[in-house]
């Protein structure tokens, strides 16, 4: 009688180290998936980011930014596209203690004041010290210590709103019909003194009369309808958008 064969085991498709190469292949694929992926970031954010970080750090004090890229170099000089205006980050601590070393130095701490808040630096100025009553031309003690501000805070601030402000009583004649008209010229005298005399960048500059809408303190006495009567220049912490 013939013998009979043993069945033949069926054949494997792949070799046994196929799988574990399949499973290498596939992580390098997605390794390198997620190399592309990270590698497509928008570089302006990722500059912007950095630069973000540096200044929480203190590294970039008062330095400019990435949107240095908006100014043009036209015949071997850097010129800014119209309307642009470099990023300033505000140390509001270094600008607040320059101020009051000048006030100090001049003997003007009763006339300025400078505060810190949410905004960035505000320094108050008594309309007493920069104006006669009623009027919006600015005393040449006032013009004095505008230009010293201005210089001193120019190339380190993003911008600054002049603000003006009155007391509640009502104009009696005069060139202005009410304290808004009064406020208004006033911000608008300083703001153009910042501009001119103080060669403040204009785009740097926003100006506003508030009244009497804003008192520090109630009009209930002369002494403080005083107080309420003051121009603010308030140096912003970040350049205001438009």
């Known amino acids: 009688m013939a013998r009979q064969k043993k069945p033949e085991e069926p054949g494997l498709s792949a070799p046994f180290y196929m799988g574990t190469y399949g499973d290498m292949v596939t992580l390098i694929l997605c390794f390198f998936i997620l190399l592309f992926a990270m590698s497509s970031v928008d570089s302006q954010k990722f500059q912007k ?10 590294v970039l004090r008062g330095g400019e930014t990435s949107e240095e890229a908006q100014e043009t170099r036209q015949g071997g000089e850097t010129q800014r596209s119209p309307g642009s205006s470099p990023h300033v980050e505000l140390d509001t ?4 203690y320059t101020i009051n070393s000048f006030l100090r130095a001049e003997g003007l701490e009763k006339s300025i004041q400078v505060t810190i808040n949410q905004r960035g630096v505000a320094v108050s100025i008594s309309d007493q010290f920069l104006f006669a009553s009623g009027s919006a031309e600015i005393r040449p003690e006032g013009q004095r210590a505008l230009y010293k501000i201005a210089e001193l805070t120019r190339d380190k601030v993003p911008a600054v709103a ?14 202005y019909r009410d304290n ?15 501009e001119r005399i103080g060669r403040f960048d204009p785009v740097k500059i926003q100006a506003v009369g508030f009244g009497s809408s804003q008192p520090v303190v109630p009009n209930d006495s002369p002494e403080h309808q005083a107080l309420n ?3 603010e220049l308030v140096f912003l912490s970040e350049y205001p958008k438009r």
């Open 93 to 96: 601590r270094h600008v607040a």
């Open 229 to 231: 009567r003051r121009v």
């Open 49 to 58: 980011a950095l630069i973000s970080l540096r200044g929480s750090l203190g």
């Open 162 to 175: 002049i603000e003006g402000h009155t007391d509640s009583s009502p104009m009696r004649g005069g060139l």
């Open 180 to 194: 808004w008209g009064l406020s208004s010229m006033r911000a608008a005298v300083v703001a153009s003194y910042f």
